[in-house]
């Protein structure tokens, strides 16, 4: 069963081994867990809902609104574990075509309701989290809209019911033979129409593209009526309807089916480990691999401190011994930096893409070490977001930041948001381990993504405290110095005010312009992606 | 220099083979060219200026007006030879940086000016087209911008004034190792500010992508003042202000300054020829070639008319029956379709893009003919414009229609296309020679090209009526039949008025809220993209 206050599956847990556990003991010291409320407690504080239940799919029982309460934000993670939730949404739909969602929509402006679309309830950027704001709060979950509708196989485009989250997504296609190759690290619960609304990149997107590459079309309801778009491989037609949807998160509408295009699955696909001596060689083999147009499924690339940590965690410690030795002898020890890389396609594509990985990365002194180590990776691929629950046991907090730039400022803006974090909670005396890598990489520059582990404080409002601190001095960081406030976590509550820095004026007051015809009385999502606007109509 | 009633430099001449005079005389009969207009007798018709000469840079002598007037349509054409030019603009400004053009925006805000962004003025669909709506209107031409303003090799992105045209684009990153590689069959006039307005795509965007993953950032001058794209290799905040940018055909503002992801020039580079016995075979080649995801940079595929076409009009008979007794030999005689193929890249690369491109098409008894005939295309890929020069000398009137739609469509849309036009003056019991290329493949699907050629009739307006009525029930052909109105020429205001069916009323709807915002008073390019509007706010 789903974990009602936390990630994935309540009956799944990842171990820590105890050199993991000395491994942060010795960085951050002693921590103590902090004490939880139960379900039942919650539930018990639930207030009366504002929504009768009168439509057909809707539900105002306590444990599903509190069930589709929050996201998996450290902020969510607080929230839920103290029991303190803020704000209830009043009644949860749970619709099962199209034409019930527009119904929907229709009653919720006869009834003056605010309106959340909800995918997989994976945002760790506030984007399903009910606000105050008078009105009663209907919560859209598109989860009973799962299915493969449609598959052209001629045309490799797939239809799906926008809820459909990432294993009956890939599955309902491997029946067929094809996979739409969208991996993102919240693919266990994430959805197909989450993904477009929130921009989302898979961890092999250099194969397969992001989802604004895989988006072929769809459908989207919307208080000015449904909206269809079409397919077409690709278009002089003006601006892009796919792009007005991508990214929208529910501001114009509710994505109600996604049309994405597939891809046979491939012969072969592997996964490789190479270390270099030092970041300098392993940045610079990233950038040229990319820049080379080397046939990767994907790269990604440790700095010295995530790669001395994951050796860490992942225990082992005989074995990696003997690991740490031979890469000392090959020059890459102290300050060393692991790459994953995977290759995926025809025998003859991996095969060009081996050679090229191995050509370039010996002119960076990079050393090969095979495939036994990306084998490992791939097992615990999505296992990883269990980790967060394991250390929360051990009095940690564990936060991601991630964000995108181009390569001749990526040491820059790494360094700086590394140093924001590290020295955020200076002022009480406590450490940060901070760790990095590049997750994907593009001929113009790379994705940043940062993870921040602190001790819970001794309260729930002393650890948000010490969250909001960290979280807020690395937002400014990133879009201070030419990062974009996402790569693929998407914009929510919690990065829409850092937007205007990012996106300037002009494309602000489009955006708004945009936001203000779909949806008039702005009852959609608000507050996520645009902030309010300070008057009404501009 | 340029001439300035057609295609090109006037003092350039391609000539038409006796072989391929015959051709066509069996296919439409003999026909007598229209007698032309000079300058002189245009330019003295030219009324007098509404706009006066008091701001820096701004032109109002008839023949600056005269070679700013029309584009390069079949339309624009008969309109320019005929001397009949419809509306001419009252004057034209040309500014030298984005500075100025922010003051000429305003300037036309003050003087109440319609304002049409001009780049290269190759636009087959209307776009530069002045229309007669009371205000006095002024062309704004970028081609004093034209140079490469910087280079950031790290992360390959490059900073051009919006009015660079494409051989100045090229020989500008040439001369620092690097290519865009962006080659639209226009490239010898038109510039990178018109291929970001209009969507264009390149014939090698297999390898480098269309104008929409090539862009990463740029200036716009708008009347909500100066919109700076920022670069990011990739985002996940929000919907992207480059996708409003990207065919936005300047109603959203005039861009000024254009960044451009480019590329190494590649080591290797050659251009293949193939042969298959039909068209089912040739076209299952190309989409399994690209399904495959093999590495090419290029593909086009002519079908069974063009081919006959292509080799008719080349000339060099006794060669021409050498290679089709080898190829009928082979296998592919009558009904034989063409397809050249580009690899481009490094050895290994093209190594593997080889193998597999001849793996594949011997599974659809291709015949593979060597690089011979990629040369000679490879030669002439930028002068085929002027072969309708050379035709219309012959009293020949040849346009051009594309679309793009998804492969389980393509033969169906292929059909309905081809046929319309080859019926289309059926009434007046002429001929219209019909024949097509795909000439840019996708996983999903591939655009269709389609070229037309009939007899110029009596006069000038009965062949624009000839021409109307093949423009019109094509288009109509292309949007009911699940095809995009342009793959790569844009809408402007020949196409306009299939934008609609093509689009949906939300999107469109959606486009004219956009519009509103940026230029409430509809001074910018008005008509074009969108028609006007029936009320003046919805």
Not at 140 to 151: A, G, I, Q, V
Not at 344 to 367: F, M
Not at 409 to 431: A, F, K, W
Not at 469 to 479: D, E, G, H, M, P
């Amino acid at each position: 069963m789903r974990r009602w206050n936390g990630w994935g599956d309540a009956s799944f847990h990842l171990p820590l081994p105890p050199v993991g556990q000395d491994f942060l003991k010795a960085r951050l010291g002693v921590a103590s867990p902090l004490s939880e409320a139960s379900l039942e407690q919650v539930c018990a504080d639930v207030p009366a809902s504002r929504i009768p239940e009168e439509h057909k799919g809707v539900h105002t029982d306590p444990e599903t609104r509190v069930r589709h309460a929050r996201g998996q934000s450290l902020a969510d993670w607080l929230a839920m574990r103290s029991g303190d939730f803020g704000v209830f949404p009043d009644a949860v739909a749970l619709p099962e075509h199209s034409e019930e969602v527009a119904e929907l929509l229709q009653w919720a402006r006869e009834r003056d309701l605010v309106v959340i679309p909800y995918g997989g309830g994976t945002s760790v950027a506030g984007h399903i989290n009910p606000e105050d704001s008078g009105k009663p709060i209907l919560t859209l979950s598109l989860e009973r809209m799962n299915r493969l509708m449609d598959l052209d196989a001629e045309s490799q485009i797939a239809t799906f019911g926008a809820g459909t989250p990432g294993p009956l997504v890939e599955s309902q296609l491997l029946a067929h033979g094809y996979t739409l190759g969208h991996f993102p690290q919240s693919f266990e619960l994430s959805t197909i129409g989450g993904w477009v609304a929130s921009r989302s990149s898979g961890q092999q997107s250099l194969r397969y593209g992001r989802i604004e590459q895989l988006l072929a079309g769809g459908r989207v309801e919307t208080f000015r009526g449904t909206w269809e778009i079409p397919t077409f491989p690709a278009s002089a037609a003006g601006p892009d309807p796919r792009e007005m949807v991508l990214g929208s998160e529910g501001r114009f509408g509710v994505i109600t089916e996604v049309k994405v295009r597939v891809t046979p699955v491939a012969d072969h696909e592997s996964f490789h480990v190479l270390f270099f001596p030092d970041w300098e060689r392993a940045r610079l083999c990233a950038r040229q691999l990319v820049q080379n147009r080397t046939p990767l499924s994907m790269l990604r690339l440790s700095n010295a401190v995530e790669t001395e940590t994951q050796l860490a965690l992942a225990g082992h410690p005989t074995m990696i011994g003997m690991l740490e030795r031979y890469l000392g002898w090959r020059g890459a020890a102290e300050g060393k930096c692991m790459m994953t890389v995977g290759l995926t396609g025809t025998k003859a594509q991996c095969r060009t893409g081996l050679r090229e990985l191995k050509r370039i990365s010996r002119r960076n002194d990079g050393v090969y070490t095979g495939t036994y180590l990306g084998r490992k990776w791939e097992q615990k691929r999505f296992t990883m977001p269990y980790l967060r629950e394991t250390l929360w046991e051990q009095g940690y907090a564990v936060d991601t930041l991630e964000t995108a730039t181009d390569w001749d400022n990526v040491d820059t803006l790494m360094e700086r948001i590394e140093t924001t974090l590290r020295e955020g909670l200076q002022s009480e005396g406590e450490p940060v381990h901070v760790f990095t890598h590049l997750s994907h990489v593009y001929g113009q520059g790379c994705s940043i993504y940062t993870t921040y582990v602190f001790r819970c404080a001794g309260s729930y409002e002393a650890t948000h405290e010490r969250w909001a601190r960290l979280k807020q001095a690395a937002s400014q960081t990133i879009v201070n110095n030419r990062g974009t406030i996402s790569h693929q976590h998407g914009v929510g509550k919690d990065h829409a005010p850092y937007l205007p820095t990012e996106k300037g004026p002009v494309t602000i007051g489009m955006l708004h312009a945009m936001s203000r015809y779909m949806d008039p009385d702005q009852r959609l999502a608000p507050g996520v992606l645009l902030q309010h606007e300070p008057e009404e109509q501009a």
